[in-house]
C-alpha cells in the first residue's frame, strides 16, 4: 500500500528552493554524520536519519544504525511531518494504520519508532 500525500503549493514552492540549491549530498552526508550517531545516542534509538525531501524522493543524507540512500516519497513517514508547524511522533510504527504495511517498516523491525522535526 501506498499512502497518498496531496503536495500544495508551499510545498511545491519548498522543493523549488530546495533544487535551486543544488545540494551535494555526499558533502552533506560528510558534514552531518557524526549528528546522526550523536541523536541516535541520546535518545536510545538504534537509528537516526538525516532526511531531505523533494518533489518525488527522501534523500537520507545522513544515518546511523541503518543504510538507506533514497525512498520514494509517497512511501515515506517524513512526508507526515512536512508541513506541520511541531514534531510529529508516531511510537510503534508496526501498530498504527498509517505506517504498518510501508515495506520499509515490514523489512526491518527495529524500525518501530519515529519522531520527526519539520
Known sequence: M????PINSSDS???LLLAQLD???SSIHESFSNITELAAKITGCKISL???IDQDTQWSVASYGIEILQTPRLETICKFTMG???DFEVVNLSADGHFKNLQFIRNNPELNY???IP
Open 23 to 25: 545540494l551535494d549530498y
Open 84 to 86: 506541520k508547524q511541531e
Open 114 to 116: 519515529y519522531y520527526g
Open 2 to 5: 501506498i499512502l497518498n500525500y
Open 13 to 15: 514552492e519548498r522543493a
Open 50 to 52: 538525516l532526511n531531505i
